[in-house]
């Protein structure tokens, strides 16, 4: 089964936007058709991101009930390793470890320009729109 490690935007705004691209990708995620890898450094980042302000026009009782499942669901990595390759946005290298350390075969992000063009080691790292792309021909749809 493919191993995916998500960016915050794409959960931000698969919540933000029903029936979007990033909405389907967190429904192939619940609905078990691909396996997120997390990070305890990443899930703090979820929930920090959708407590603030902006976000609490949001059902915060779906979020916690859908933050739950998605810890209940995903494949857990503690990196072992600390890398330094985004210097526009550091914060963004724990997205890069959890992949690294999962052996994730992409990782899904919103802000591609700040990661490094197309692959890290193994992983490959598309937009959502790209990432559902490929999953079509994954498919054979």
């Known amino acids: 089964m493919l191993k995916v490690v998500i960016d915050t935007n794409v959960l931000v705004s698969a919540l933000l936007k029903p029936d979007s691209v990033?909405?389907?990708i967190l429904s192939l995620i619940l609905e078990g058709e691909i396996v997120l890898c997390l990070s305890e450094p990443i899930a703090a980042e979820y929930?920090?991101?959708?407590?603030?302000?902006?976000f609490k026009k949001l059902n915060q009782r779906k979020?916690?009930?859908?933050?739950?499942?998605l810890r209940s669901l995903a494949q857990w990595v503690?990196?072992?390793i600390h890398l330094q390759v985004i210097s526009a946005d550091p914060e963004d290298?724990?997205?890069?470890?959890?992949?690294?350390?999962?052996?994730?075969?992409?990782?899904?992000?919103?802000?591609v320009k700040h990661f490094p063009p197309e692959k890290f080691k193994e992983t490959i790292i598309l937009n959502p729109a790209q990432f559902l792309s490929v999953m079509a021909k994954m498919?054979?749809?």
């Open 22 to 24: 990033p909405e389907l």
């Open 47 to 54: 929930e920090e991101v959708l407590k603030r302000e902006k």
């Open 63 to 69: 979020v916690r009930e859908l933050l739950s499942r």
């Open 78 to 80: 503690a990196p072992k």
């Open 93 to 111: 290298n724990k997205f890069l470890e959890c992949a690294d350390e999962a052996g994730a075969d992409f990782l899904v992000t919103g802000n």
């Open 139 to 141: 498919l054979d749809l």
